[in-house]
């Protein structure tokens, strides 16, 4: 996938942005519906939304500006949270992207959309699980969690399908 470079850096920019935004959204609106009966913690959307900027981000910049990203989005969430949310996110967050770069790297020889949506899967229960048990000691918000990023995951891919269709379409 070709992205010109100011692209590339407004990409790396929002996915930096995405982060702690989830916890300032966690912080001030509490839980929110996601669909189908559940609800999950504010966030859920823009964690969601953050596994997809990643792996664009990654296709933009390049391995090295992700992992300079997903550190300097760690600490962000450290600095801007509460002290007990910032903990728990930045642990979960670190643990989540790593696992979702390690998958990602691998597929993207099959596709950008088959490593997304694998390194998507990984990432977003990684981060459900770690977060849920460290900030609130309890998965009762997992199912939907899981829903909210499924969600954005789902969303962006087909908006990215439907992109590349029609970039296709227009040649």
């Known amino acids: 996938m070709n992205v010109p470079p100011r692209a590339g850096i407004l990409t790396l920019l929002a996915y930096i942005a995405t982060i ?3 916890n300032l959204a966690v912080t001030h609106f509490g839980a929110v519906p996601v669909g189908l009966g559940y609800t999950a913690p504010a966030g859920v959307y823009l964690v969601g ?3 997809v900027l990643r792996d664009l981000a990654r296709e933009a910049t390049g391995r090295g500006a992700i992992l300079a990203a997903i550190a300097i989005g760690t600490l962000l969430s450290y600095l801007l ?3 007990n949310l910032a903990m ?3 642990i979960a967050f670190a643990v989540a992207e790593t696992m979702d770069f390690a998958v ?4 993207r020889r099959r596709g950008l959309l088959t490593a997304m949506l694998a390194s998507n899967a990984i990432g ?3 981060d459900s699980l770690l977060f849920l048990t460290l900030a609130f000691n309890s998965l009762a918000y997992l199912p939907g969690q899981i829903l909210g990023k499924t969600w954005m995951t789902l969303a962006a891919v087909a908006a990215l399908a439907l992109l590349r269709r029609t970039k ?3 040649t």
């Open 168 to 170: 296709h379409t227009a």
């Open 20 to 22: 702690p935004a989830a």
């Open 49 to 51: 939304l953050t596994l």
């Open 81 to 83: 949270a509460d002290p």
């Open 104 to 107: 990602y790297e691998p597929l």
């Open 124 to 126: 977003l229960l990684a």
């Open 88 to 90: 728990a996110s930045t």
